[in-house]
């Protein structure tokens, strides 16, 4: 077989990507040597199987004390897949990543004092959309393979993965690379998972980092971008917000974008060629807004292109988790879907049918059961000297601690440290037979607490995180009380959801603490309302209130209900109210992008307010419509200046370049009462010709309105 010059060079250069220097350079084959090795090793790539040098060169350097390897050319495909294999040793590791699974599998189980064989993970409900784009039917597929099949095509992609604080992300995480080491050989999956400790540096630092750990000490870190970037290598990335700082994102959709951005770029530089990067993160607007929309449009508009596909995890549903029997229980029984949690539902899913039933007396109180059921075998299992009260006072403490510090892990021996110091003099009145540095230690072995990565210690999860605070909170234990100030929205955020699951009085009461104790932002103060009070409490001024943010739907609640509960020209975007009663006497100026009532009722009249984009069951008749003539002064109005106007704001500079708009940030150009009142008119009447298609907050100019742009709009020498 002739090889041409060129494509030697290219299997020249491959070799030496792998840290190989070309010996020989001949007609019927080429010997490359492996250079800062222990023991001297070549490859003999043979062109011409049937030629009689590779015995003689075989035996050459044999003699010599080469390790000699022999490779048939089949292509350069065929090549880089030996290298790849050889060096990444692709089938051990996945029998590694095999093993990692299988102990995250048995971990779950120990919750419930299972084996790890009864290990199932619970295909989650979802949404997903592709490049902004909304898929029909969506949810329809488990959705681990949903995400595997979107990764197996040869364009470069980004897989965004959002759901609430404990809602499954690492638990799918897992179930992809599980897929991954089942199904595909060729493919070595780079899992890494983050967790904010006081040390936490840069993406890009973490990204370097931990090639170094993860990957062969001879293997430079170009070569492992360079197969990240051909496909070879998927990036999963679990907790991507862990990087974010305190105050970030406060639940708004107008967060300072520069620190995604600067993370984010690192990533894309990774999304070129065939590469795969999976980011899961929790609940978050800042995937939402302009910001991110403008930062993708700009980046495939120039020399590449890659497309993000971003899937939102739904709320659990019983009939997932629970047999037959037990779904139909609570059906029967009428008891709601609030306690919908991830952990409790695996709780529900593995207790016995004796734990069960007692649960059905009182399900207000399913929380304290799980936690019951958790702390009185570590008593056992640990011989710990502390009741279960003791117990979570201890933790709740250490909770307090992680929020005021906002992380979610720590070394060993910090948490160790932490553990003794806040809580010594209980530590110190039990140790009779140990020394307390020994209890202590024995406390970092808790079965509420897991290890973060390779060195540090967290929580296990999110809920038992949040509850822990919940309850810190409401004891308003003195000495916590500057790290409760301290607390940002993420953690808030987590306490808030594990709060909405436990019973009345409680959420009643972690409420009237958490706004003596915390910092709330507007946003926050208004979902822990929701949340925690089924209603809004507290006046509300040019907020943004975003669904990406706490859990959706709303439901059975009051909105604006009372004379000192008011909005003001405040936005909601991307939120299911289902069987609320709004008072819209109290409600003036707003906006609702994207928002869907079911079952609501209302006081007062919608008109003050403006809806883009939002849905309603027709016989609810909840959004009031707008008399033509009440609208503005027809003499003033130019319909065809007004269409021109906003459909100009759809392309970049040159008209050519289209771009997507978030409504929510558009009408915010047309800021006057009559410029806002004339965009609703023609956006509406934009929409419904077929020029505008919207998803969500986000619109879309179509060809139509391209072609409609593009024609002389005026014949009166108006541009």
């Given at each position: ?329 609570f059906r029967d029984r009428n008891i709601g879907s609030s306690i919908a949690n991830p952990v409790l539902m695996g709780y529900l899913r593995y207790i016995d049918d004796n734990e069960f039933k007692s649960i059905l007396q009182n399900p207000s109180l399913l929380t304290d059961k799980f936690f019951n059921f958790m702390l009185k075998r570590e008593i056992e299992r640990q011989d710990l ?335």
């Open positions: 077989m002739k090889i041409e010059i060129e494509e030697r060079e290219k299997i020249w250069k491959l070799y030496e990507q792998y840290g190989y220097r070309v010996e020989e350079n001949c007609e019927d084959y080429m010997i490359f040597a492996l250079e800062n090795v222990m023991y001297p090793a070549v490859d003999i790539l043979v062109f011409d199987d049937q030629s009689q040098e590779y015995e003689r060169k075989r035996n050459e350097y044999s003699s010599s004390g080469f390790g000699v390897r022999k490779t048939v050319y089949d292509g350069l495909d065929s090549i880089e897949n030996y290298l790849f294999a050889g060096f990444f040793r692709v089938e051990a590791v996945n029998k590694q990543l095999e093993a990692n699974y299988d102990r995250y599998a048995a971990k779950q189980m120990k919750v419930y004092h299972k084996d790890k064989s009864e290990y199932r993970y619970i295909p989650i409900p979802y949404t997903v959309e592709t490049n902004f784009f909304e898929e029909s039917g969506t949810g329809s597929q488990n959705i681990v393979n949903s995400i595997y099949n979107n990764m197996q095509g040869d364009r470069p992609v980004l897989i965004i993965i959002e759901a609430a604080a404990g809602y499954g992300k690492t638990s799918t995480a897992y179930e992809l690379i599980h897929k991954y080491t089942q199904e595909h050989k060729n493919v070595r999956p780079f899992f890494m998972e983050l967790s904010k400790d006081r040390t936490a540096s840069n993406f890009h630092y973490l990204l370097l980092s931990q090639i170094e750990q993860q990957f062969d000490i001879l293997l430079k870190n170009d070569i492992v971008l360079h197969n990240i970037k051909q496909g070879r290598i998927p990036l999963i990335i679990d907790g991507f917000d862990e990087l974010l700082s305190a105050d970030l994102d406060d639940g708004g959709v107008n967060a300072d974008f520069k620190e995604v951005e600067t993370m984010l770029s690192t990533i894309s530089d990774l999304l070129t060629n065939h590469s795969k990067v999976v980011l899961t993160t929790r609940k978050t607007a800042i995937f939402s807004g302009q910001s991110f929309l403008d930062w993708y449009a700009e980046r495939v508009s120039y020399s590449f292109s890659f497309d993000i596909i971003r899937y939102q995890l739904s709320s659990p549903t019983f009939h997932d988790w629970l047999d037959a029997s037990r779904c139909k229980t000297p502390f009741s279960v009260n003791e117990q979570f006072q201890i933790l709740s403490r250490l909770a307090a601690l992680f929020g005021g510090y906002h992380i979610t892990s720590d070394s060993r021996a910090s948490v160790k440290q932490s553990l003794l110091e806040l809580n010594r003099d209980l530590i110190e009145q039990k140790a009779v037979s140990k020394e307390p540095e020994s209890i202590a230690n024995t406390l970092t072995n808790h079965a509420l607490l897991d290890r973060k990565g390779t060195e540090n210690i967290g929580f296990l999860n999110d809920f038992i995180f949040g509850t822990l605070f919940m309850h810190s909170i409401i004891k308003n234990d003195a000495d916590m009380k500057d790290y409760y100030a301290e607390t940002s929205y993420p953690f808030l955020e987590k306490a808030i959801l594990a709060a909405a699951v436990t019973d009345k009085d409680r959420r009643i009461l972690f409420y009237d603490h958490l706004r003596k104790c915390c910092t709330l932002t507007g946003p926050l103060q208004f979902w822990a309302g929701l949340k925690l009070m089924g209603m809004t409490l507290g006046s509300f001024s040019d907020l943004s209130f975003d669904a990406g943010s706490l859990y959706n739907p709303v439901e059975n609640c009051f909105i604006a209900n009372g004379n000192d509960n008011c909005f003001l020209m405040c936005s909601f975007s991307n939120i299911c109210f289902s069987h609320c009663h709004f008072n819209f006497h109290q409600i003036d100026s707003c906006t609702f992008i994207n928002c869907k009532f079911d079952n609501c009722t209302k006081e007062g009249s919608t008109l003050s307010c403006e809806f883009y984009n939002c849905s309603e069951r027709p016989e609810n008749h909840f959004i009031d419509i707008i008399p033509v003539e009440t609208i503005d002064d027809v003499s003033t109005y130019d319909a065809d200046y007004w269409r021109y106007k906003i459909l100009s704001t759809f392309t970049k500079v040159g008209g050519r370049s289209r771009r997507m708009r978030m409504i929510s940030k558009l009408r915010e150009e047309f800021g006057s009462k009559s410029g806002n009142l004339n965009f609703k008119k023609t956006f509406a009447s934009l929409m419904a010709d077929g020029f505008i298609f919207c998803n969500g907050d986000k619109a879309f100019i179509t060809d139509e309105g391209m072609h409609l742009l593009n024609t002389n709009f005026f014949t009166d020498g108006r541009v």
